[in-house]
């Protein structure tokens, strides 16, 4: 999500009175903190319609600060603005990302000084999520790993493609493949969101015993927002999926006019440009 592409609502100052701290004095008798907030949307509809419905109301959010830190007692500051800018997050609608900054004016450290803070910035994120399966009930295993996606945490499901029967890729004689492609928003980062689908296949059954062997289950993060990443455990965007039309095909449907980061261009062209045959039979299911 690009955050600089959006408007901002600032919230500064607002001073709230809680018990957060590593002293049993901190958590005992409170303190104060103070908090700014930039919210990061778009205000175009309301500007032009003067209609609060269609933005996001700073005084319902000022008011859930000071509720979620009154209502909660935390050791580190970091804690409290890590928890409060999920919780905003999950909770608003329109909300795209907040910086938040937690202040602490009374500091217990023994020194001259005026403030310690922590400033933190979080967002929703973009991704595209491939799904594939070639044992069992292939198509129960899909199905049931987009329920499981959209009741992650920090993962709202936005659309799903048809899935496909594919001839198996990588040489190891196998059954067809059932494949799809699922668009989500996440607030989960890559290693994250690498994580919980792990542990979705592993939920699934799948075992890795075989390389491009056959799976109960098989999740692989496509891209993440305009990140390019290459690490031992995950590389975005996946290494070969401009190759793969088991990947291209379900994800031109649902997401044609994104573009590869390292690319520039779109799905749809990807797909267009490669011709290798590896949908069964052309037939979405």
Same mark, same amino acid.
């Given at each position: 999500?690009?955050?600089?592409?959006?408007?901002?609502?600032?919230?500064?100052?607002?001073?709230?009175?809680a018990?957060?701290?590593?002293?049993?004095?901190?958590q005992?008798?409170?303190?104060?903190?103070?908090?700014?907030?930039?919210?990061?949307?778009?205000?175009?509809?309301?500007?032009?319609?003067?209609?609060?419905?269609?933005?996001?109301?700073?005084?319902?959010?000022?008011?859930?600060?000071v509720?979620?830190?009154?209502?909660?007692?935390?050791?580190?500051?970091?804690?409290?603005?890590?928890?409060?800018?999920?919780?905003?997050?999950?909770?608003?609608?329109?909300?795209?990302?907040?910086?938040?900054?937690?202040?602490?004016?009374?500091?217990?450290?023994?020194?001259?000084?005026?403030?310690?803070?922590?400033?933190?910035t $979080?967002?929703w994120h %973009? *991704?595209?999520?491939?799904?594939?399966?070639?044992? =069992?009930?292939?198509?129960?295993? &899909? +199905?049931?790993?987009?329920?499981?996606?959209d009741?992650?945490?920090?993962?709202?499901?936005?659309?799903?493609?048809?899935?496909?029967?594919?001839?198996?890729?990588g040489?190891?004689?196998?059954?067809?493949?059932?494949?799809?492609?699922?668009?989500?928003?996440?607030?989960?980062?890559?290693?994250?969101?690498l994580?919980?689908?792990? $542990?979705?296949?592993? %939920? *699934?059954?799948r075992?890795?015993?075989?390389?491009w =062997?056959?799976?109960?289950l098989? &999740? +692989?993060?496509?891209f993440?927002?305009?990140?390019?990443m290459?690490t031992?455990?995950?590389?975005i965007?996946?290494?070969?999926?401009?190759?793969?039309?088991?990947?291209?095909?379900?994800?031109?449907?649902?997401?044609?006019?994104v573009?590869?980061?390292?690319?520039g261009?779109?799905?749809?062209?990807?797909?267009?440009?490669?011709?290798?045959?590896?949908?069964?039979?052309?037939?979405?299911?």
């Amino acid at each position: 999500m690009d955050l600089n592409s959006l408007d901002k609502i600032n919230i500064e100052g607002l001073e709230v009175f809680a018990k957060h701290g590593v002293f049993k004095e901190e958590q005992f008798l409170g303190q104060k903190f103070v908090v700014n907030a930039t919210l990061y949307t778009n205000t175009r509809k309301a500007g032009l319609s003067d209609d609060l419905t269609a933005s996001i109301d700073y005084g319902m959010i000022s008011k859930k600060i000071v509720e979620f830190m009154q209502e909660n007692t935390f050791e580190l500051i970091e804690t409290v603005a890590e928890k409060l800018a999920q919780k905003l997050l999950m909770e608003t609608e329109r909300l795209e990302g907040i910086t938040l900054e937690i202040q602490k004016p009374w500091a217990p450290v023994l020194l001259s000084l005026k403030n310690v803070s922590v400033k933190i910035t $979080r967002s929703w994120h %973009e *991704a595209y999520i491939a799904l594939g399966s070639n044992m =069992g009930d292939k198509k129960k295993y &899909l +199905d049931e790993a987009i329920n499981s996606l959209d009741n992650l945490d920090y993962v709202r499901v936005e659309n799903v493609s048809d899935f496909i029967e594919t001839l198996p890729y990588g040489g190891v004689s196998q059954d067809d493949f059932l494949n799809g492609c699922a668009a989500i928003k996440t607030l989960y980062t890559p290693m994250e969101l690498l994580d919980c689908l792990h $542990r979705l296949e592993n %939920e *699934a059954g799948r075992e890795r015993k075989i390389h491009w =062997g056959p799976r109960t289950l098989d &999740l +692989d993060i496509i891209f993440y927002d305009d990140l390019v990443m290459s690490t031992k455990e995950l590389i975005i965007p996946h290494v070969q999926m401009h190759l793969r039309d088991f990947v291209l095909v379900p994800l031109a449907q649902i997401a044609p006019w994104v573009r590869h980061p390292i690319f520039g261009t779109t799905v749809a062209e990807l797909l267009e440009a490669n011709k290798k045959d590896y949908i069964k039979d052309k037939q979405f299911i």
